[in-house]
Nanobody, 122 residues
């Protein structure tokens, strides 16, 4: 069982930066693949980025490549999402997710955080 708590959301102007964090409970954090998803108002939840359990592999949706960076600190049981050059279309609730063998699909993740709101003003 893994519990996930996101933090770091907020209001930022276009072009600005935010860093989201997701703290995980449990002693097996370094066995889990981790990911970030987001859901904008009126839209379906979508994949943003994922990182393998060791941190060696990462994957991003095309719309954030070159702007967002996912990373993890297994000693701190925490995964991060550094978001730079933010755009109004990045506005959404961002969710952290974990599973033994994740990917870029919602159904591949059993554990989810409660979400953190990111709002980017024009």
């Amino acid at each position: 069982q893994v519990q996930l708590v996101e933090a770091g959301g907020g209001l930022v102007q276009a072009g600005g930066s935010l860093r989201l964090s997701c703290a995980a409970s449990g002693r097996t954090f370094n066995n889990y693949d981790m990911a970030w998803f987001r859901q904008a108002p009126g839209k379906e939840r979508e994949f943003v980025a994922a990182i393998s359990s060791s941190g060696a592999r990462t994957n991003y949706v095309d719309s954030v490549k070159g702007r967002f960076t996912i990373s993890r600190d297994n000693a701190k049981n925490t995964v991060y999402l550094q978001m730079n050059s933010l755009k109004p279309e990045d506005t959404a609730v961002y969710y952290c997710a974990a599973d033994w063998a994740g990917g870029n699909l919602i159904r591949q993740y059993a554990y989810w955080g409660q979400g953190t709101q990111v709002t980017v003003s024009a």
